[in-house]
Structures are given as C-alpha cells and as structure tokens.
C-alpha cells in the first residue's frame, strides 16, 4: 500500500508561479515511477508528466512542456511540479499517482497503469 498526499495548490494569478509536492508513504519510494495529472473542470483527467523510479528522464505532455518541470526527491519520498507561467487554462484539480515498476510493460503516460493515486490538489488560476 502506498498513500500519496498532495499539497500546494491554491487561487493565483496568470504569470505566477507554483510548486506542487506528492508525499508517498507506505511502501519503498523507489519501486515506483510517479506522475501528474489534472482535471479541469467538465473535462476528463490528462496526463501532465511523469518521471521514473531512478529519476532521469521526465516526459511531459504538449501542453506544459517549457513550463512544468517533474522532479522527485528519493530521500524524502515526495515527488515535484514546478509550474511557471500559469495561465488560465492551467485551471484544474492535480493529482499526483504512483505507477509500480515491478511488473513489465507499463507506460508512464498511461493513467490506467497507475496503482495509487492522491486525494488532488486545486490549482485556480485567475486572469
């Protein structure tokens, strides 16, 4: 069992900037490669990005590439976004899940391949 919490949401303003924090617990932080997600009001839950168990390389989706940055520390058990820019759109309620790497086949940006997921964090972002 793994328990993910989120925090660092909250009402800003275009331009501005946050950092989203996952704290994992439960089970060895290092079985797992973890991802971000968010959904929009009315809209289905997205990937936004993911990064493996070991670190290294990160993928994003189209949309935040340049601006949202995945990072984990493996010391704490807690995985990062950094998001600059924010723009309206940006609008959403994210979540942070953890995806086991002990099995084959998985795929970082695949939802349904994530077996833990955090209770969300809203991010507004005003105009």
């Known amino acids: 069992q793994v328990q993910l919490v989120e925090s660092g949401g909250g009402l800003v303003q275009a331009g501005d900037s946050l950092r989203l924090s996952c704290a994992a617990s439960?089970?060895?932080?290092?079985?797992?490669?973890m991802g971000w997600f968010r959904q929009a009001p009315g809209k289905e839950r997205d990937f936004v990005a993911a990064?493996?168990?070991?670190?290294?390389?990160?993928i994003y989706a189209d949309s935040v590439k340049g601006r949202f940055t995945i990072s984990r520390d493996n010391a704490k058990s807690t995985v990062y976004l950094q998001i600059d820019s924010l723009k309206p759109e940006d609008t959403a309620v994210y979540y942070c899940?953890?995806?086991?790497?002990?099995?084959?086949?998985?795929?970082?940006?695949?939802?349904?391949?994530?077996?833990?997921w955090g209770q969300g964090t809203l991010v507004t972002v005003s105009s």
């Open positions: 899940a953890a995806q086991s790497r002990l099995r084959v086949g998985v795929v970082l940006q695949r939802q349904s391949d994530y077996d833990y």
């Open positions: 439960g089970r060895p932080f290092t079985n797992y490669n």
């Open positions: 990064i493996p168990w070991h670190g290294g390389s990160t």
